[in-house]
């Protein structure tokens, strides 16, 4: 129905940047809010950025003033601009869209297949 697909991810030095993106297509009526999140082995996935339709932002201390997410409505596609990487911000990435995929009022929640990100001291 709803397929998120992830690009950007890649290797990258500490202080360097990334660019991430996620394309949504299918069965699209709106999209609510969008996010990335992230995951190491052995720990749980965690927010690193949420943008809601509204446009309102959140993020959690450990990126702030770092990473930047943003949107375009037009192409259903999220960004993720991330500065000043550090060692600890290695981890899969991955991007999350709230849709709704007709009239109805209800919501879906719909996952990226992820991309790693590595960044080396």
């Known amino acids: 129905q709803v397929q998120l697909v992830e690009s950007g991810g890649g290797m990258v030095q500490a202080g360097g940047s990334l660019r991430l993106s996620c394309a949504a297509s299918?069965?699209?009526?709106?999209?609510?809010?969008m996010g990335w999140y992230r995951q190491v082995p052995g720990k749980q996935r965690e927010l690193v950025a949420a943008?809601?339709?509204?446009?309102?932002?959140n993020y959690p201390d450990s990126v702030k003033g770092r990473f930047t997410i943003s949107r375009d409505n037009a192409k259903n596609t999220v960004y993720l601009q991330m500065n000043s990487l550090k060692p600890e911000d290695t981890a899969v990435y991955y991007c999350?869209?709230?849709?709704?995929?007709?009239?109805?009022?209800?919501?879906?929640?719909?996952w990226g297949q992820g991309t790693q990100v590595t960044v080396s001291s």
């Open positions: 943008l809601t339709s509204g446009g309102s932002t």
């Open positions: 299918g069965n699209i009526f709106r999209i609510n809010n």
């Open positions: 999350n869209a709230v849709v709704q995929l007709d009239r109805r009022p209800n919501m879906y929640n719909y």
